[in-house]
């Protein structure tokens, strides 16, 4: 498919003001001012494509025209000057609407789930607690259309070696009929589908798990639920072990050297004073175990196991880990963690977000659709609102400024 999404923008010359301390400042072309064509750069990568396995007909067929999309350059440079606080990340990635779009799906495919978990040893509360953080069960995922996205970064900007190792995966993957071309929109990175698989990361674990020859992950739920399934199972999921537990720790505790990867039998644990939350003894089948703090001593602290790992490697990240491990704990119908996040401005879940932004708009702030994202326009008309009500002046959305604003 040619993408023919090139914006007039995206193809005028532009200039930004570079300006030094001193005052002076120079008029210098920013990214826009690159061409948009990529045929040259198409023209140079055509002989490791054909070794990657590209046919020259699936080459011609999809790089034909190709324009560089440099939004994604953006991103791929974009440094976040605001840092998601951890009680804010899970209130809003496991809030009580999550938890019931997720009880919906684990009822709906609980015959694709059962026979996962048959095939690769992991249970349906997991699988389906990925996808609710992925895709939020299927309902987001990401507009970029991927053969410009990946095409884009495998000419431009940092890391092209790696995007152009994606690209080729890419169009093996429209090549082997597994998903119609103009299907295949994902995030600017590259990730796409139900469980937002990196195409690599598709050619290694994606599963036809609905039997109809094609391994769909936009279209096919059960072949995602088949895909996640695999790519735990492939990372080392034990089936029947829990993910962890919330534990509380004793005073006076040395915690130097411990974390997620130093795993120790859960006896160990248990001899230095460490304890579950209600104060009973630490389930001795959890085998060896790591520490897992994401705010500190007095927030709340886990023992994780190898399991945790596997969720872990999805993302490479802790906090995405933890999200995951909670939400599929609520889905097997656990309460929310038992020691509060150390703050005295809590987190906002959807729903709560929603409201702020309704209640933002009532006051006359222009913060774009009520979608319970709290982007850079609710931030500003939160900012606004702080230094109005003579608040703490944060530009976060918390419980603070939501009760403050329901108050009038
Ligand atoms: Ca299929």
């Known amino acids: ?26 008029m210098v072309p920013s990214a826009w001012a690159q061409s948009t064509d990529l045929s040259a750069c198409m023209a140079k990568l055509l002989p490791a494509a054909r070794t990657g396995k590209v046919t020259d007909a699936t080459w011609a067929r999809h790089t034909a025209g190709l324009q560089a999309d ?14 998601t606080a951890i009680w804010d990340y899970m209130s809003a990635l496991v809030d009580d609407e999550r938890v019931a779009d997720g009880a919906a799906r684990l ?16 249970d349906p509360a997991t699988v389906v607690a990925v996808w609710g953080v992925e895709s939020n069960f299927g309902q987001t995922f990401g507009k970029y259309p991927l053969v410009q996205a990946l095409g884009t970064l495998s000419c431009h900007g940092r890391r092209q070696s790696f995007f152009q190792g994606e690209f080729f995966a890419v169009l093996r993957i429209l090549q082997a009929g597994h998903i119609a071309p103009e299907r295949l929109v ?30 769909d992950l936009m279209d096919s739920s059960v072949d995602a639920l088949g895909s996640t399934a695999n790519f735990l199972a492939r990372a080392g999921w034990q089936s029947g072990l829990p993910w962890g537990i919330e534990v509380k720790l ?71 880990g933890l999200a995951i491990a909670h939400l599929s704990d609520r889905l097997r119908g656990a309460s929310p963690f038992a020691t509060p996040w150390p703050t005295d401005d809590a987190g ?61």
């Open 348 to 408: 906002l879940s959807r729903a709560e977000r929603r409201e702020l932004q309704g209640l933002l708009v009532m006051r006359g702030h222009d913060i774009g659709p009520v979608d319970g994202m709290l982007g850079d326009q609710s931030r500003e008309a939160i900012r606004a609102e702080q230094k109005r009500l003579g608040m703490e002046v944060n530009a976060r959305g918390g419980q603070k400024i939501l009760k403050a604003l329901r108050g009038g």
């Open 1 to 26: 498919m040619k993408n023919r999404t090139i914006t007039i923008a995206s193809e005028a010359l532009r200039f930004v003001f570079s300006c030094t301390l001193l005052g002076a400042c120079l």
């Open 250 to 320: 004793p005073t006076g505790i040395s915690l130097a050297g411990e974390g997620r990867r130093t795993k120790r039998p859960v006896a160990d644990w248990a001899a230095r004073g460490v304890r579950r939350t209600d104060g009973s003894a630490l389930p001795e089948s959890l085998g060896s175990v790591g520490l897992l703090m994401l705010a500190g001593a007095n927030g709340p602290v886990f023992l994780v196991t190898r399991n945790f790992d596997a969720l872990y490697s999805y993302n490479a990240a802790e906090s995405y």
């Open 107 to 122: 009822s709906e495919q609980r015959p694709a789930l059962v026979r996962a978990e048959q095939r690769f040893g992991v």
């Open 186 to 215: 994902g995030s600017w990175a590259g990730a796409f589908g139900h469980t937002q698989f990196m195409p690599t990361t598709f050619e290694r674990l994606a599963v036809d798990f609905d039997g109809d020859g094609r391994a």
């Open 70 to 83: 440099f939004s994604v350059i953006e991103k791929l440079n974009f440094q976040p000057e605001f840092r």
